[in-house]
């Protein structure tokens, strides 16, 4: 196998991590604050400066734990917290997370600041000087061994497990020869795959776990209703839960499987690792994730650099913090939507391209990005950001086996 | 930038030589006459691009195949050549919900 790839570039932060983005971060703690935050960001257009935020007034620890990834994200260069005040997020603790990780920080309270207008202002005048601050910095070289790298399916079709799913799997076997830390994710979305999966397994132990954790995504699913799948998936020709798992599963390649991460935990190293997106304990708080960008947001809190977004039916959607990169998988959608698609992954169904070439696509693209190309749904000022209430546990011992070696 | 394979080319895909269905590399149309395991099938009804068909004659409670892998089982006898979807293949594990002629509609599991 090919286990080299182009040289990277990134910015190094004083914990060591390097990111391939320096981007202001813009936090609402509530959404009572999300106005003022949404109008400091709309003053910068064009600029890096991204919308993220909490809706909640109550406390959860899981929204706590994911801002404080994300704010500490390597992508993130400086960020500005606009809280309401009366509500519960703890602000204090994720600015003090923040300036502990070297990072410019300042926060505004609404109740506290004169208002919207003065807040505003501002919040303007911080982000102004923090671009200012953060443009005087040079990227460094980046070693593949630094690079994190996810994937996700969305808007899946009959195509999506023939084409973009096995190329982006090609191209995640090429990113972790090179030493690259790999995320694959939606453990309702591998439903049938749970004992390939575990043959996969670094450890015994971890087998156990996967096996645990997609019965896990099983009967949440099952107390909801219905499965991840969407009438638009029947319509693109898939027909039921396991037929999407099995493409949707084609993205993780054919390394061994290296751990399982939650939601803002952090890859412990280059390999592969399947993200666990379904809650811990009982059924509360709805479905694991309402959409795309949900999941999105949670690998990117544990440090994907840059997404690979497979699609058949053809979503549209970025992301804030860390760009997305659409792999279309259905040549009929690619024509439709091109200047949303990345690559034309439908190539492979019309003869015209391999999988290993669509692979090596992706891996020579996943560079130029991280080196500072923009991506289609970049460039195009897609910035979605999602985060709603949840719950988890700790990981077990046995996720992290190479934690434990 | 075609959104076709060329001619000649295979038109049905078989994901894996155990499978017991064949994915369509592009529309077809009823009445086309094509090759299933060298026995030649006249198509009973379009088959949109990705879409499966039956590689041979399924009964109810028969377990299909893709990938290798079973993806359900068939909820009605299901001729070769036919059509395989919500109509006549449901998931071992959980519904599927789909926007029907009714509006909302979930297709019945083996469960």
Redesign the interface.
Same mark, same amino acid.
């Given at each position: 196998m090919n286990t080299t790839m182009p040289a990277l570039t990134g910015y190094l932060r004083a914990d060591g991590r390097k990111g391939i983005r320096n981007i202001v971060a813009v936090v609402y703690t509530v959404e009572c604050a999300h106005h003022v935050a949404r109008l400091v960001v709309n003053a910068f257009p064009g600029k890096e400066v991204h919308l993220i935020g909490f809706p909640g007034c109550y406390p959860n620890d899981y929204a706590d734990k994911m801002m404080r990834r994300l704010v500490t994200h390597p992508n993130v260069g400086a960020a500005l917290i606009v809280s309401l005040g009366c509500e519960s997020f703890n602000r204090s603790g994720l600015e003090e997370e923040a300036a502990a990780s070297g990072r410019p920080v300042h926060t505004i309270t609404i109740q506290n600041n004169r208002g919207t207008r003065a807040s505003v202002a501002d919040g303007v005048e911080w982000v102004r000087w923090a671009l200012e601050s953060l443009a005087p910095q040079q990227r460094v070289p980046m070693a593949p061994e630094e690079l994190v790298v996810a994937t996700i399916c969305g808007g899946s079709d009959s195509t999506s497990g023939i084409t973009a799913n096995p190329a982006v799997g090609v191209a995640f076997d090429r990113l972790v020869a090179a030493g690259a830390a790999c995320i694959f994710e939606e453990t309702g979305e591998l439903v049938g795959c749970e004992f390939h999966m575990k043959r996969r397994a670094a450890t015994p132990e971890l087998g156990d776990a996967i096996v645990a954790c997609v019965d896990k995504a099983a009967r949440y699913y099952t107390v909801l209703g219905h499965g991840s799948f969407a009438p638009g998936n029947a319509d693109g020709g898939l027909t039921t839960q396991e037929e999407k798992s099995l493409g949707a599963y084609a993205k993780s390649g054919a390394s061994p499987i290296s751990g399982i991460l939650k939601p803002g935990d952090q890859p412990e190293g280059g390999g592969l690792y399947l993200l666990d997106v379904v809650p811990d304990g009982e059924v509360r708080f709805g479905f694991p994730n309402i959409s795309d960008n949900a999941e999105i947001v949670e690998l990117i809190a544990c440090g994907a650099h840059v997404t690979l977004f497979t699609t058949g039916r053809g979503s549209v959607v970025g992301s804030a913090i860390s760009p997305v990169i659409k792999v279309c998988a259905n040549p009929a959608t690619y024509e439709r939507l091109s200047e949303d698609m990345d690559v034309n992954a439908g190539r492979i169904l019309t003869g015209e391209a391999s999988l290993q070439d669509v692979g090596g696509e992706i891996v020579d693209l996943v560079a130029r990005v991280a080196n500072g190309e923009q991506s289609c749904s970049e460039a195009l000022g897609h910035q979605e950001f999602i985060l709603t209430y949840k719950q988890f546990e700790p990981s077990g011992p046995g996720c992290f086996p190479l934690k434990a070696a | @930038? %075609? /959104? =076709?394979?060329?001619p000649g080319?295979p038109r049905l $895909?078989l @994901?894996s030589q155990e499978d017991n269905c064949l994915?369509? *590399? =592009?529309t077809l149309e009823a009445g086309e006459a094509l090759a299933i395991d060298g026995v030649t099938v006249v198509l009973p009804e379009a088959i %949109? $691009?990705?879409?499966?068909v039956a590689r041979s004659a399924l009964r109810p409670g028969d377990k299909v195949l *893709?990938?290798g892998?079973?993806?359900?089982t068939a909820t009605a006898a299901v001729a070769r050549g036919a059509m395989?979807? /919500?109509h006549n293949?449901?998931?071992?594990?959980? %519904? /599927?919900? =789909?926007?029907g002629p009714d509006a909302h509609a979930?297709i019945g599991s083996t469960h």
């Open positions: - | @930038m %075609p /959104t =076709t394979p060329a080319a $895909l @994901m994915i369509a *590399r =592009t %949109p $691009l990705g879409y499966k *893709r990938y892998a079973v993806i359900g395989l979807h /919500t293949l449901a998931s071992d594990y959980i %519904p /599927t919900y =789909t926007l979930f």
